[in-house]
């Protein structure tokens, strides 16, 4: 069972333009959203982060946008790259019993930014 | 920060043999994790290692399988035993070192089984 469904699947912008890339996930108890960045042969790499008690968190180009009551979070990239160019992950945490947590993961998004 | 090593970074198997991959951390971490990644997919969790303790598995996942080792807080294996074609995949290592909630991975093992 899929509890983190993201989207798109693939993604063309073109350079400056902006990138979104949406995640949805239905367990309440998730505490910790990460997005992950991973270029090829290269392991992922968190690019980002918020947690359900804000609504937004900017770091530079790269904003995550979390709506609560929605269950849903999201991704935007303002003036895309083509060193953007990767697969995106958006991840949720919770634990697994004891102190026990895990990151369950999106499917990811190919994104294409071309030049 | 975290620097996870993986070695081998990749491998070509034979059916039926086993690989044992190896993770060695920088710095001393409580929590490892394995997870796999199979061509153009998403990351799947297979187990968590804590030192000290048995490995946990993830639904779909069995010790029999995916045997880990974790003798000390900077290193642990993952062995692919009796492997078959679809076990080729890449296996990554991850941990948490401590500081917040950043989980580093390591660049993966790319293995294909023939």
């Known amino acids: 069972q899929q509890q983190v469904k993201q989207s798109p699947q693939s993604l063309i912008v073109q350079k400056g333009g902006i990138s979104i890339i949406n995640c949805a996930y239905e367990n309440t108890a998730f505490d910790y959203f990460p997005w992950y960045q991973q270029f090829p042969g290269k392991g992922p790499a968190l690019l980002i982060a918020?947690?359900?008690?804000?609504s937004e968190k900017k770091e530079g180009r790269f904003t995550i946008s979390f709506n609560k009551s929605a269950k849903q979070f999201s991704l935007h990239i303002m003036d895309s790259q083509p060193g953007d160019s990767a697969t995106y992950f958006c991840?949720?945490?919770?634990?697994?019993?004891?102190?026990?947590?895990?990151?369950?993961f999106g499917k990811g998004t190919l994104l294409t930014v071309n030049p | 920060s975290a620097v996870i090593s993986q070695k081998p970074s990749r491998d070509i198997c034979q059916r039926g043999t086993s690989l044992t991959i190896q993770c060695q951390v920088d710095s001393q971490v409580t929590m490892m994790f394995w997870y796999r990644q199979q061509p153009g997919q998403s990351l799947t969790l297979i187990a968590t290692?804590?030192?000290?303790?048995?490995?946990?598995?993830e639904s779909g996942f069995v010790i029999d399988k995916f045997p880990i080792s974790r003798p000390n807080l900077t290193f642990s294996t993952l062995t692919v035993s009796n492997m078959s074609p679809e076990d080729s995949s890449i296996y990554l290592c991850?941990?948490?070192?401590?500081?917040?909630?950043?989980?580093?991975f390591g660049a993966g093992t790319r293995l294909s089984v023939l």
């Open positions: 991840a949720t945490r919770g634990f697994s019993g004891g102190s026990n947590y895990k990151l369950t």
């Open positions: 290692a804590n030192q000290g303790s048995e490995a946990t598995y």
């Open positions: 991850s941990v948490n070192p401590g500081q917040g909630s950043i989980q580093y």
């Open positions: 918020i947690r359900p008690d804000v």
